[in-house]
């Protein structure tokens, strides 16, 4: 028992020194790859959809950010299910400020399946303009730059999607941090050692934050009625776009998450549905999350074996814990929240381990008020 808490600690430590690796290596090829059709002699109309559903933290900037993209032209369409939705409110008021901008609104209750996003793509897709499509979830934020990132690399024909990584900013207090020091330290991680081991940076999956890709693409794999009863919509239109011998791009800039606030009630559900998601898609990706848990391992050894070397055991994990988090934070996703909550990490480590173990047991979750069911491939039964 000891040397297995010793040799998943030692693991532990590791694999963080093998985070800030990776992401080094990801970071600095980019800087001096360019994709050979990157510089098209004209960028192409882009249609934005956006599904949307309540009021979300800093709501107002984050659609605000879309409305500056540094862009030739684009369509912004929004879409939401209710008609007494209070977001449609903002959204109205959106139109009135930006009245040179081309912005949709589009309520319609239809279902083609039981992914409620994936019935909102549906919806505003109907009303979608042009043949380059871009969706991403509702609580993003983006950079002036953003369509300039994704949508390059669409010209070339062997790329089926683009998709972007998410940094999660301005957390206000302790509960709503214990999500964002978690994604800003293991989030990118997870993503870019699978992104390395697939030569050219490439992947399987697409990440909900940002997925581009153009019509035809999206049409050839069954449009979106062929994802909405999955609840990784995300992950499973990048497999079937994957299937279909395309690659998935994996952009080098990052998508920002507002994320003031929470509860910890909503971080457990959130957290259990994240994990049984990934569980239910990827197993083997869940079984490698284990080794995020050296805090715990450490930690118990310490208890069952008092003494100098526990002591530098428990030390040397939190310390690479902290060393990785802090070397992501300080030169990718530049958080001043992620820096003021650091000290919650290992704690964070500790009491994510339950939900990790009860993810692997339940196939429940609650979703946008919905109970659902979610079976092995992330298919969703009420």
């Not at 950010?65 to 449609?88: G, H, M, N």
Request: net charge positive; with cysteine.
């Amino acid at each position: 028992m000891n040397d297995f808490l010793i040799g998943l600690s030692i693991i532990s430590c590791f694999y963080s020194l093998l985070t800030v690796v990776t992401t080094y290596l990801f970071f600095h090829h980019g800087k001096h790859h360019k994709h050979p059709n990157h510089h098209p002699p004209a960028l192409p109309p882009v249609t934005i959809l956006k599904p949307v559903k309540g009021v979300d933290q800093g709501v107002e900037k984050n659609f605000e950010s879309y409305c500056a993209l540094d862009y030739p032209s684009y369509q912004l369409v929004f879409c939401v299910r209710e008609k007494s939705d209070p977001v449609i409110r903002i959204i109205q008021k959106l139109i009135q400020k930006f009245p040179h901008k081309d912005i949709e609104l589009v309520i319609s209750d239809h279902e083609i399946g039981l992914n409620p996003k994936v019935n909102n793509l549906s919806n505003g897709y109907k009303k979608a303009k042009y043949d380059f499509i871009v969706y991403n979830d509702s609580d993003t934020r983006a950079a002036p730059s953003y369509l300039k990132e994704i949508i390059p690399p669409l010209f070339d024909h062997s790329v089926g999607a683009v998709t972007m990584m998410p940094i999660y900013r301005e957390s206000k207090q302790t509960k709503a941090a214990l999500e964002t020091i978690g994604i800003n330290s293991d989030a990118i991680p997870s993503i870019i050692i699978p992104a390395l081991l697939w030569a050219g940076r490439h992947l399987d999956f697409c990440i909900g934050a940002t997925i581009a890709l153009r019509r035809e693409v999206l049409e050839e794999i069954g449009g979106f009625k062929a994802i909405a009863n999955n609840i990784c919509d995300d992950g499973y239109i990048g497999k079937k776009i994957f299937k279909k011998g395309y690659r998935i791009h994996l952009s080098r800039a990052l998508i920002s998450c507002i994320h003031h606030e929470s509860r910890f009630r909503e971080f457990y559900r959130h957290m259990l549905r994240w994990f049984v998601t990934i569980r239910a898609f990827s197993p083997f990706k869940y079984l490698m999350g284990i080794f995020i848990f050296g805090t715990f391992y450490s930690a118990v050894y310490a208890i069952l074996n008092p003494g100098l070397f526990s002591y530098l055991l428990f030390c040397s994990v939190i310390g690479s814990r902290w060393l990785s988090a802090a070397y992501l934070n300080t030169l990718y996703i530049k958080d001043e929240s992620t820096f003021r909550y650091l000290w919650l990490l290992p704690i964070r480590d500790l009491i994510l381990l339950p939900i990790w173990v009860d993810g692997w047991y339940s196939s429940k979750v609650r979703w946008r008020g919905k109970k659902y069911r979610v079976l092995w491939g992330g298919e969703l039964k009420e």
